[in-house]
């Protein structure tokens, strides 16, 4: 979890309501990803960003918006809370390899939500 | 849609023994890598092992490839109770801008 830090740790929310996870990195890391885990799914990318300012949609990016304006931070917002939205919220980062290899991925240590 | 799956989903095992588990996937790859999430935290990379790499060798680790089957294996030797956690594939596809795709983990239950 070195470097890469997730607020708030926990939320608890009502559907609906808009909520905003924080992910600050101190690596100065290209990427950053954020992921969802459920029960039966394993690992799930919802949005990842390739520099500031630059993002792309992840397999379950429904309902769900992001933005970096800062090489350090990267935000997930969800605009209207549901209960299907109830998770574990990661986000990683790396660093491409100059031969183009994708590197590994360092993990924040996570931000459980509950949207009731 | 999910590219690794492992297998099994979950195993126990007894301290000293040695724990395998499998990954199999569906496209190219660039690389695939192993990742350690112990409970309630992070994931934490183990090893990368790329798509003309046959084995690799990390401490109690060893990592095989066979891109013909599009299969992997993670073998942990000497298993210890803190070897608990579940553990994952992730592949880096072969095309450029796509992200590591994750498959849905095997839970390793080591006892003393």
């Known amino acids: 979890d070195a470097g890469i830090t997730q607020s708030p740790r926990h939320k608890v929310t009502e559907t609906g309501t808009p909520v905003t996870l924080r992910c600050h990195q101190t690596?100065?890391?290209?990427?950053m990803y954020w992921y969802r885990q459920d029960p039966g799914h394993g690992l799930r990318l919802i949005h990842y960003?390739?520099?500031?300012?630059?993002?792309d949609k992840g397999e379950v990016s429904d309902g769900y918006s992001v933005s970096r304006s800062k090489t350090e931070d990267f935000l997930l917002t969800l605009e209207s809370a549901t209960s299907s939205q109830t998770s574990v919220y990661f986000c990683?980062?790396?660093?491409?390899?100059?031969?183009?290899?994708?590197?590994?991925?360092?993990f924040g240590p996570g931000t459980r939500l509950t949207v009731l | 849609s999910q590219q690794g799956e492992e297998d099994p989903q979950a195993l126990s095992i007894q301290e000293g023994e040695n724990a395998t588990m499998n990954c199999s996937y569906k496209?190219?790859?660039?690389?695939l890598q192993w990742y350690r999430q112990n409970s309630g935290r992070g994931l934490v990379h183990l090893i990368l092992?790329?798509?003309?790499?046959r084995e690799k060798h990390s401490g109690r680790l060893r990592v095989t490839l066979d891109t013909s089957k599009k299969s992997s294996s993670l073998l942990i030797t000497a298993s210890r109770a803190a070897d608990t956690a579940s553990y994952f594939c992730?592949?880096?596809?072969?095309?450029?801008?796509?992200?590591?795709?994750f498959g849905k983990g095997t839970t390793l239950s080591v006892s003393s």
């Open positions: 960003s390739y520099g500031v300012k630059d993002t």
């Open positions: 092992i790329r798509s003309n790499e």
């Open positions: 690596e100065n890391h290209r990427y």
């Open positions: 496209t190219s790859i660039n690389n």
């Open positions: 990683a980062i790396s660093e491409p390899m100059t031969s183009g290899d994708y590197n590994e991925q360092f």
């Open positions: 992730a592949t880096a596809p072969n095309q450029a801008g796509t992200a590591l795709i």
